[in-house]
């Protein structure tokens, strides 16, 4: 069994990491964070043409975008071990699309007994014109999504 946390460093992640440390038993785990390239963020936008963006890399190198995502996987790692769970990798995959399908893709890959996600508490129209990550996954995932409301206020601390 392996368990699979989308871990993007916010405090709705932070959360799933913490709720599977507390509730699940120990198993495998893996910390993911999805990453792109600034210049594929960008180059929808208009003033994409406009500004100089360096697409290439030498051979070897990494993007600094992936060096990020490494270290923000880390830091999931970091605070599932400080949370009780042992056998935690860290995984930063570079998106080739939204971030829900590189989740999904990952956890095919892996053969995920659980996919789990924070949620970032939108409701109404709100949810509707942001989109969300985890009801995403939740549909196009063919194995158990957990998705992880925002704690309470008065249950942090």
């Given at each position: 069994m392996t368990v699979l946390i989308a871990y993007d460093g916010s405090d709705d992640a932070r959360a799933a990491v913490e709720y599977v440390a507390r509730h699940l038993r120990d198993e495998p785990t893996v910390i993911m964070t999805v990453w792109e390239p600034l210049f594929t963020q960008i180059?929808?936008?208009?003033?994409?043409?406009?500004?100089p963006v360096a697409g290439r890399i030498d051979e070897g190198e990494q993007y600094e975008e992936e060096k990020q995502a490494e270290r923000l996987a880390q830091q999931g790692a970091d605070i599932a071990a400080e949370a009780g769970l042992t056998g935690v990798a860290v995984r930063a995959e570079r998106g080739g699309g939204p971030v829900w399908a590189a989740i999904v893709d990952v956890a095919e890959e892996l053969d995920a007994s659980l996919v789990v996600t924070g949620s970032r508490g939108l409701a109404g129209a709100r949810s509707v014109i942001l989109g969300s990550v985890s009801t995403r996954v939740l549909h196009h995932a063919h194995r158990p999504v957990l998705v992880v409301p925002p704690p309470k206020e008065d249950d942090e601390g």
């Open positions: 180059s929808w936008a208009p003033l994409a043409a406009a500004v």
